[in-house]
């Protein structure tokens, strides 16, 4: 790959990927990679010549309770270093400086004082002091903190409670602060990361996804040649990109399956295969499996043996699906390669720092192992990016903005928001009372920001309870189902707010619901947040 790019280092904070995400909408390049990586692997990933600098991250843990070290050789490079918070702490006790424990912790936003003129806060500013000190509205998480500084390096910033809360040494451009810049709540972050990578690393601002298709199309090219692809289309985000991208790169030699288990919205199949096969022009096969799904969840009413059901199926659908081709012959040897919509969280996730000790919620991953079960290699052409990144592309390869900016749907689709047992009445009535409420999520918009509440909110659906309640309608007594509206907003989906939807919006959904939608008599609307409450209700 020929751009200048920036190592991230993870010593396991939570917001590890949003220091990714910042310095990517720069439009520079950058890979995460866990702290405990050796020298070596650090000189191997620089001996390109693209290495421009290292970026340290937090950590959850203290510099006491765990020995997480940087590899020597970044301090070594010649390259340009940022620790935040834990990187800032361990840059401190590597170099000669030191850490002490605190009996207060501070959490939340600080107020910091600028000093010495360095290059990393040089005319970044919130406002400034009537002495003149330039501040930053911060979001700082640390209990230790530095108290002596290595030696070459000067103080950076400084709050209160916190007397070192950012140092420099400018001979070796080795900069470090005790906040987060990478939270939205550090009003100064992303310039101060700009600043960072732009202007102190230097690296070029050449990540840009009009651009990508072409690199990325070669390199799907170099890797298949003249074999054969086949890729499980359905209907999310991630999937139909990859499908367009390897559609544009080789063309009639992707074949995608698309499998519909019954459980997906409203006219999604057609719209899917409008797309594909009609507007693209991809060779695609249409699986209709709904009965097999169906029937198999027939009396199951536990969550995640549901999802287990779903996931099973599904692989075995799919190879049933790639043997047939193989056999009749489609394209001249059948498909070598499986082709995969994994995105760059996901590999950054399986990758992980050894600490991570996170359990299962819920089983969210499907497809796992279907290569090896398939003999198949793995094509994966957005492995490299972050899920706005893989918007950008699609958008620049074409594919409809309402398509590509979908919330996101989840693998075992309305099995999931049918609550207990799955049926095909209960998919039928959710199906139709979802779309009202995407519909009308569609139409509102917000008048202070001019964006439409399906925008406005990161994921809604509508949830199926299988449970009966007393109406009227007419002069008539109605015994019918209940439904459950769920919308949200979060950045990351690990947290998120119910959604504070206008009455008015939640007025006119139910009465469609509750006119159109016979068998349903009642509309609630979902007020928890995640946590306590999880978005999907199963
Ligand atoms: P929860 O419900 O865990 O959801 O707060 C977080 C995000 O994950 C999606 N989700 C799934 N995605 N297979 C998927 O592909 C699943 O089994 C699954 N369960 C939840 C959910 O829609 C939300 O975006």
């Excluded at 209990?143 to 950012?166: N, Q």
Aim: net charge negative; proline share 4%.
């Amino acid at each position: 790959m020929q751009h200048d790019k920036i190592l991230i280092l993870d010593f396991g904070s939570q917001v590890t990927q949003l220091i990714a995400r910042r310095v990517r909408e720069t439009h520079v390049y950058c890979e995460v990679h866990p702290c405990d990586v050796s020298s070596d692997w650090v000189r191997q990933f620089a001996a390109d010549g693209k290495l421009k600098g290292v970026i340290l991250s937090g950590s959850h843990a203290s510099v006491y309770e765990v020995d997480d070290r940087a590899p020597d050789a970044v301090f070594e490079l010649g390259v340009p270093v940022l620790g935040i918070c834990y990187g800032m702490q361990t840059m401190a006790a590597q170099l000669g400086g030191k850490v002490e424990g605190s009996h207060s912790r501070e959490f939340g936003y600080a107020e910091v004082r600028a000093h010495g003129h360095t290059a990393l806060l040089k005319g970044i500013e919130d406002f400034s002091t009537p002495e003149g000190h330039g501040m930053l509205k911060v979001w700082m998480s640390h209990g230790d903190k530095v108290t002596e500084l290595p030696p070459g390096f000067k103080l950076m910033c400084s709050t209160g409670s916190c007397p070192i809360a950012g140092m420099a040494d400018e001979t070796r451009r080795f900069y470090a602060v005790q906040f987060h810049p990478e939270v939205t709540h550090t009003v100064q972050g992303a310039a101060l990361l700009n600043r960072f990578v732009r202007e102190i690393c230097g690296a070029q601002a050449d990540w840009i996804m009009r651009d990508h298709i072409e690199e990325a199309v070669q390199k799907i090219r170099e890797q298949v040649g003249d074999e054969e692809v086949i890729l499980g289309l359905s209907g999310g985000v991630d999937s139909s990109v990859a499908a367009a991208l390897i559609h544009r790169a080789i063309g009639d030699q992707l074949t995608c399956v698309f499998v519909d288990h019954g459980l997906l919205r409203l006219n999604e199949g057609d719209m899917v295969m409008d797309m594909f096969a009609g507007k693209l022009h991809a060779k695609v096969v249409r699986v209709d499996a709904s009965d097999l799904f169906l029937g198999e969840l027939a009396g199951v009413s536990e969550p995640e043996q549901k999802r287990k059901i779903i996931g099973r199926l599904f692989v075995d659908v799919f190879k049933a699906e790639a043997e047939k081709l193989k056999a009749s012959g489609q394209g001249h040897k059948g498909a070598t390669f499986l082709a995969q919509g994994t995105i760059y969280p996901d590999v950054i996730e399986s990758g992980g720092a050894k600490s991570k000790k996170a359990v299962t919620i819920k089983s969210h991953h499907n497809v796992g192992g279907l290569p090896e079960q398939l003999g198949l290699k793995l094509l994966e052409p957005l492995r490299d990016l972050f899920k706005d990144e893989v918007r950008e592309l699609g958008v620049a390869l074409g594919l409809p903005r309402e398509m590509v900016y979908r919330h996101p749907f989840p693998g075992p689709g309305l099995g999931v928001r049918i609550l207990g047992e799955v049926k095909k009445e209960y998919a039928d009535l959710l199906r139709r009372a979802d779309a009202i409420f995407i519909e009308e999520l569609r139409k509102f918009t917000d008048e202070a920001t001019g964006k439409t509440w399906y925008d406005l909110t990161s994921q809604a659906f509508t949830v199926f309870l299988p449970v009966k309640s007393v109406g009227v309608m007419g002069d008539g007594r109605t015994y019918d189902y209940v439904v459950a509206l769920r919308a949200v907003q979060t950045s990351d989906f690990m947290t998120a707010d119910w959604a504070e939807l206008p009455y008015a919006l939640l007025k006119k959904v139910s009465s469609r619901i509750i006119n159109e939608v016979r068998g349903i008599n009642r509309v609630t609307y979902d007020v928890s947040s995640k946590p306590p409450a999880t978005i999907e209700w199963e």
